[in-house]
């Protein structure tokens, strides 16, 4: 199995693309940036014109991890942003089905606008953001076409060395507070248990939509509670204040986030650590 993973100066993909490289399998990655071109890197920008691509030989199957993942420029520049995210992926799965390459896109929890607690896969998708709104048209038009296609809906990921837990973990051991969202949900997952059920999709071909996520919400205030419990601050320096007096992105607040797993245990074997767990290691192994 030769593995193309587009997006490979992304976390998730430049993660897949490094891993399976250690264990000498064969990969390729895909990069907008000219200077990482290399024997393993080719040039991709989803940008270009399709007819500007030049997809390598011997690839039986695609990872697509790129593309424009920021809200706020989602919501700041719709029409090139859908243009990448929407039209140039589709493009880049109906070259790639062509050529009967399984492929898995990463989509995104924000398919729903947080309404609904614990969403399956068969869940109708209600986006509260450009962002997600682009990545469910993406979903609703390849489960329409023909062809060896999966989807995956990530929650949030976390590797084992977060910034903003680093930027808490120095303020807290130096006795200073700090002001975490009490109101602003997440529902985690290790960076290395996500790469376990990417590579579990890809090894079984797995077509249709499958939620990776944790298993119930926990806000960033109490995120940030767990861990001064794991480096041994004083909880008293955390100051929870509202997300909604932050000028975050519009949809960045939802009141849920986590997604219904049971086809991931069911077809996959899979369980994702609790969330509680997920962010202890964080502190734990963040410098």
Avoid at 122 to 133: D, I, N
Wanted: charged fraction near 25%; charge should be neutral; proline fraction near 6%.
């Amino acid at each position: 199995m030769s593995l193309l993973v587009v997006g490979a100066d992304s976390m998730i993909g430049g993660a897949l693309l490094r891993k399976w490289r250690a264990a000498g399998l064969p990969v390729i990655g895909t990069t907008r940036r000219k200077e990482r071109v290399a024997d393993n890197y080719v040039f991709l920008d989803l940008a270009d014109r399709p007819e500007k691509w030049d997809l390598p030989d011997a690839v039986t199957t695609a990872l697509i991890a790129g593309g424009v993942t920021k809200l706020e420029e989602c919501h700041k520049d719709p029409t090139e942003t859908s243009r990448i995210n929407v039209e140039r992926v589709l493009a880049l799965v109906a070259l790639l089905a062509k050529r009967n390459i399984f492929t898995l896109y990463l989509s995104t929890d924000k398919v729903y606008d947080g309404s609904i607690l614990l969403p399956d896969e068969t869940t109708k998708p209600r986006p509260a953001t450009e962002y997600g709104r682009q990545r469910a048209e993406v979903e609703r038009r390849l489960m329409g076409a023909t062809g060896d296609v999966g989807v995956i809906r990530l929650n949030k990921v976390l590797p084992l060395s977060v910034p903003l837990f680093r930027a808490w973990k120095e303020s807290l051991q130096s006795q200073k507070p700090i002001t975490p969202f009490y109101d602003m949900v997440m529902a985690p997952i290790p960076l290395s248990f996500a790469l376990l059920a990417i590579e579990r999709v890809i090894q079984t071909k797995r077509n249709g939509i499958l939620n990776l996520s944790g298993e119930r919400d926990i806000s960033y205030a109490d995120a940030a509670r767990i861990g001064a419990r794991v480096i041994h601050a004083n909880e008293a320096l955390i100051h929870p204040i509202s997300a909604h007096d932050a000028r975050l992105a519009p949809g960045s607040i939802q009141p849920h986030t986590a997604l219904a797993i049971d086809q991931l245990r069911d077809d996959l074997g899979l369980t994702p650590p609790d969330v509680a767990q997920t962010i202890s290691d964080c502190f734990a192994n963040t410098g």
